[in-house]
């Protein structure tokens, strides 16, 4: 079983900054990939970023040059820097990870969600 917990969450006006984080618990053998999705009210949800054990990055083309994911792998937790937030950005933004449990079969997580709302 895998928890992950987010925070950072909150509102914030148009062109402010915020950091979410989200720490992975429980008993598992790997983190192979974590990540950050959203949904916004009656949208789908969307991938956001996300982050290999490697270090590898994604990112969706609405965010990119303004968001920044980033992964402290000892702490098995993953940031998500907002930088330049617009209204559109509004959503519930969950984190998300895969990986190894120790019996080597692979699990999928998610998190809550945290909400994130940016003010014009």
């Known amino acids: 079983q895998v928890q992950l917990v987010e925070s950072g969450g909150g509102l914030v006006q148009a062109g402010g900054s915020l950091r979410l984080s989200c720490v992975a618990s429980?008993?598992?053998?790997?983190?192979?990939?974590m990540g950050w999705y959203r949904q916004a009210p009656g949208k789908q949800r969307e991938l956001v970023a996300t982050?290999?054990?490697?270090?590898?990055?994604n990112y969706a083309d609405s965010v990119k040059g303004r968001f920044t994911i980033s992964r402290a792998n000892a702490k098995d937790t993953v940031y998500l820097q907002m930088n330049s937030l617009k209204p559109e950005d509004t959503a519930v933004y969950c984190c998300?990870?895969?990986?190894?449990?120790?019996?080597?079969?692979?699990?999928?997580?998610w998190g809550q969600g945290t909400q994130v709302t940016v003010s014009s």
């Open positions: 982050i290999t054990s490697g270090g590898n990055t």
């Open positions: 998300h990870a895969v990986g190894i449990t120790h019996s080597l079969n692979k699990y999928d997580y």
């Open positions: 429980g008993s598992f053998f790997s983190i192979d990939s």
